[in-house]
């Protein structure tokens, strides 16, 4: 059987933009206050203006951390552990409510991929749970990656 060889694909801004909307998982790193990393598993989306949004709640150690240091990264995977992944570098900003209502239904289609069947419910939902919507201006990416063997291990 042939060997899975690594791959590394550099993309510009759109083709990232166009990658990224293709999936929903990744894995948010912010710095906690002693500059240890601290992980999230996040459900994003992609807003019309390119950045990543994330919905959460103001209590959650990623928005402490954000606050303090807006310097974030993301990990975005697919739905297969084997699937391509970036890491994208960015500035981040928290939104809470009211402010981040609006943003908050940009997340949903973002994220969801469709219109929730009632808007009025959700814009109060969001409200009564007082969210926070992260969005994240996206400054620097590396290559879209998958995992394998070396090249040199190529079957010959």
Known sequence: MPRRIATTTAV?????VTFLRSRRHGILVTTRA????QTSPVTYGIDEAGRVVVST???RAKVRNLRRRPRVSLLALGDDFDDAWVQVDGTA???DVPEAVEPLVEYYRAAAGKEHPDWDEY??????????VVR???????PVATGGFPARLADG
């Not at 510009?12 to 990232?16: Q, S, V, Y």
């Not at 994240?136 to 590396?142: A, L, Q, R, Y």
């Open 34 to 37: 002693d500059g240890r990393p």
């Open 93 to 95: 900003e928290v939104l």
């Open 123 to 132: 814009r109060a939902a969001m409200v009564e749970q007082g969210k926070s």
């Open 136 to 142: 994240i201006t996206v400054e620097d990416w590396g």
């Open 57 to 59: 709640y103001p209590e």
């Open 12 to 16: 510009d801004r759109d083709e990232l």
